[in-house]
């Protein structure tokens, strides 16, 4: 099993970028599906990006065309790049694994977890 560190969490403005990256340890990452959740206060944890292990992406609604997902096998790692970024996208974003595709689980299904880093973004 992975497991999984999150960076690149801050305070930006409405308009502004962020990337966020996710760090993972164990074998075998390259096996995983790989996804990025978040949860803004009061809300429930939502779907924002996935990847699956042969780079297939996909997106909320509401992210389509402002956030990239990204991996890269050989460093472990996966990145989100968020553009364009509102108000509505504060939250604290989780990066997740699992060996099923993660864009089809239910939040609660989502096998590994990071601890979360925080974006706000100012209006």
């Known amino acids: 099993q992975v497991q999984l560190v999150e960076s690149g969490g801050g305070l930006v403005q409405t308009g502004g970028s962020l990337r966020l990256s996710c760090a993972a340890s164990?074998?075998?990452?390259?096996?995983?599906?790989m996804g990025w959740f978040r949860q803004a206060p009061g809300k429930e944890r939502e779907f924002v990006a996935g990847i699956s292990r042969i780079s297939i992406t996909s997106y909320a609604d509401s992210v389509k065309g402002r956030f990239t997902i990204s991996r890269d096998n050989a460093k472990n790692t996966v990145n989100l790049q968020m553009n364009s970024l509102k108000p509505e996208d504060t939250a604290v974003y989780y990066c997740?694994?699992?060996?099923?595709?993660?864009?089809?689980?239910?939040?609660?299904?989502?096998?590994?977890w990071g601890q979360g880093t925080l974006v706000t973004v100012s209006s």
């Open positions: 997740a694994a699992d060996l099923r595709p993660i864009s089809r689980l239910q939040t609660r299904d989502v096998a590994t």
């Open positions: 164990g074998r075998a990452f390259s096996r995983y599906e």
